[in-house]
Structure formats: structure tokens, C-alpha cells
Antibody, heavy 122, light 107 residues
């Protein structure tokens, strides 16, 4: 079974750093990009960026460029999303997803991880 | 960035109703359009990819159509388990973007 399992909920203070994880299993981890998506409380889905686990190449949404860092450790089939200095506005649910592709270059997200809730509060 | 606009933002429907949700892109995206279902407190789930391809394991009452800028998701006969929020998403150009969501509620 293909699945992505994310790390548990985090409660942090503004200014603190954080790294959350997403572990893939049941497929060739280095053959598919991993996408990260933010969902703020009561809001919709926002694409943050993607990473190629084979070479760690990344693409970021301009809205998140410079605020977060994507990385992978392919030896343990795990992708990471990290912040160096959290803000209260980073409070959200964060999802990772396996990025599949079709013959015409269309790409889609499946499956998704279960989500990691990040709460940033003084 | 390509803007994705869904309509309506919410709708109320009864079990057995035919439901149609529309997604419009701010520029042509060919068929690079996917649909996801998100139930309360759960991760999104892929329903349709490449505008009209049904994801394996998804009920055939879900269907997608469209190309260019206008797309639709149709639920042929609404079931109790279909009450959720639905999102479209384009993968034509970076940054990939989602619609704002359509919440389907029980009438």
C-alpha cells in the first residue's frame, strides 16, 4: 500500500524553529516528487512547493519562497518542511502528497499524508 | 499565477440529487485539472485527474469534464458520504493553484 505518514502535532512559540516530516512507503520514493500544501484554520488549500527526492531539486510558490525550506533524506524515504523562525500566522495544517504524473505531463496529488497541525502561540 | 474560481462556494442538496460544481481558470490550462474531496478533519482525497479520468477506487457517480478554461465536476446521485468540500487544482503551470472550494451540505 502506498502511503505517506506525517509527524505529529506541534505547539511552538513565535521565533522558534521547526521541522516536520513525511515518510513514504510502498513505492519508489525517489521516482515521485513530494508536494506540500497548507490549510489555515477554516480556509482552503494552498500549494507551497515541491521537491524531487532523487536530487532535492525544489520549486516554491512565491507566497512561501524564503519562509520555508523543503528537504529530503532519501536514505529513509522522508521529506521535510522546515521553518527557521515561526510566526503566529504559520498556524495551520500542513499536508504532504505524492505527486503523480501522466503521459501528457499532467500531475496530480495522491495519496496525501494525514496532515501535521502546527500551532504557533506565545 | 493562474487563478482558479469555483462556483458555487456552497450548495445545499438532498440525497439522490444530481450536483454540478464549476471551476474556471484565468487562462487556458488544457486538461491539466484535478478534483479533490475533503471531509471535515480529514486529508483531501483525489477524485478526478486530467479533467476527466476517474481515480481508481472512486465511485463512478463522480465524473469530470471540460478543457481550456471551463471544467465541471458532477455527482450523478448524491449519497450521504458525499457531503464534503470539493477543490479543483491546476497543474498546467507553477505555482500550482487550487480553487477556493465548494462546500456541499445536506438540505
Amino acid at each position: 500500500e502506498v502511503q505517506l505518514v506525517q509527524s505529529g502535532a506541534e505547539v511552538k512559540k513565535p521565533g522558534e524553529s521547526l521541522r516536520i516530516s513525511c515518510k513514504g512507503s510502498g513505492y519508489s520514493f525517489t521516482s515521485y516528487w513530494i508536494t506540500w500544501v497548507r490549510q489555515m484554520p477554516g480556509k482552503g488549500l494552498e500549494w507551497m512547493g515541491r521537491i524531487d527526492p532523487s536530487d532535492s531539486y525544489t520549486d516554491y510558490s512565491p507566497s512561501f519562497q524564503g519562509h520555508v525550506t523543503l528537504s529530503v533524506d532519501k536514505s529513509i524515504s522522508t521529506a521535510y518542511l522546515q521553518w527557521s523562525s515561526l510566526k503566529a500566522s504559520d498556524t495551520a495544517m500542513y499536508y504532504c502528497a505524492k505527486t503523480n504524473y501522466g503521459g501528457n505531463s499532467v500531475q496530480w496529488f495522491d495519496p496525501w499524508g494525514q496532515g501535521t497541525l502546527v500551532t504557533v502561540s506565545a | 499565477d493562474i487563478q482558479m474560481t469555483q462556483s458555487p462556494s456552497s450548495l445545499s442538496a438532498s440525497v439522490g440529487d444530481r450536483v454540478t460544481i464549476t471551476c474556471r481558470a484565468s487562462q487556458s490550462i488544457n486538461s491539466f485539472l484535478n478534483w479533490y474531496q475533503q471531509k471535515s478533519g480529514k486529508a483531501p482525497k483525489l477524485l478526478i485527474y486530467d479533467a476527466s479520468s476517474l481515480q481508481s477506487g472512486v465511485s463512478s457517480r463522480f465524473s469530470g469534464s471540460g478543457s481550456g478554461t471551463d471544467f465541471t465536476l458532477t455527482i450523478s446521485s448524491l449519497q450521504p458520504e458525499d457531503f464534503a468540500t470539493y477543490y479543483c487544482q491546476q497543474s498546467y503551470s507553477l505555482p500550482w493553484t487550487f480553487g477556493q472550494g465548494t462546500k456541499v451540505e445536506i438540505k
